[in-house]
């Protein structure tokens, strides 16, 4: 079946360095693509999406390019922040309709020192 | 804002006992989800529903069923509850793909 795996945490980092979360998906049909972040103390939100290949999702300095050839989904800030820490989910959309099954990766915690 | 409210955010129960959890959306929203998460596997699905009383297994159903009676509210229900049922249990409902969570039920089973 389909599956997303992520690379495992803790990752730590200091203010202002880069980030690189990689995602890698397996899916037998064309699934959209999504970054969802958990602050700490709260809900899960949605961060970004891409639904075909080559769309790049952007949101608060995040990226994150769908890559078709190397089914992977990135995440990447060029200029990583305190307030960025949190936990950081890459996922899956199985059917772009509307009774599509939305799958998650196992979460990477991100922490950022000041 | 789209609310997801589920009825409780901390549960206790015994092993064995059946147990219910409730979810509410107020969106109109055709499709919802149950997850649980656990530190270190993420969030797996348990049940999706993508219209009233109909519903499809996500990836770990056993020992779950659910109910979808009415659009707004899907159920999750836990048959007899077990020690290794302990978990986050979260629910969801989506509009175009993306997904609206509720805070969470933190269920612990003795």
């Known amino acids: 079946g389909d599956s997303v795996t992520q690379m495992e945490g803790p990752v730590t980092l200091s203010e202002e360095a880069f980030l690189t979360i990689n995602c890698t998906y397996t899916?037998?049909?064309?699934?959209?693509l999504f970054w969802y972040v958990q602050y700490p103390g709260e809900g899960l939100q949605l961060l970004l999406k891409?639904?075909?290949?080559?769309d790049k999702g952007s949101n608060k300095g995040f990226e994150a390019t769908y890559r078709k050839e190397t089914t992977s989904f990135h995440l990447e800030k060029g200029s990583v922040q305190v307030s960025d820490s949190a936990v950081y989910f890459c996922?899956?959309?199985?059917?772009?309709?509307?009774?599509?099954?939305?799958?998650f990766g196992s979460g990477t915690r991100l922490s950022i020192r000041p | 804002d789209v609310k997801v409210t589920q009825s409780s955010r901390y549960l206790v129960k015994r092993t064995g006992e059946k147990v219910f959890l409730e979810c509410v959306q107020d969106?109109?929203?055709?499709?919802m989800f149950w997850y649980r998460q656990d530190p270190g596997l993420g969030l797996r699905l348990i049940y999706f529903?993508?219209?009233?009383?109909?519903?499809e297994k996500g990836d770990i159903p056993e020992g779950y069923s659910v109910s979808r009676e009415k659009k707004e509210r899907f159920s999750l229900i836990l048959e007899s509850a077990s020690t290794n049922q302990t978990s986050m249990y979260l629910c969801?409902?989506?509009?175009?793909?993306?997904?609206?969570f509720g805070s969470g039920t933190q269920l612990s089973v003795l």
């Open positions: 969801a409902s989506s509009f175009n793909e993306k997904l609206f």
């Open positions: 899916a037998t049909g064309y699934p959209s």
């Open positions: 891409a639904t075909k290949a080559d």
């Open positions: 996922a899956l959309s199985d059917r772009p309709s509307s009774a599509s099954k939305i799958i």
């Open positions: 969106m109109d929203h055709e499709n």
């Open positions: 529903s993508y219209d009233v009383k109909m519903k």
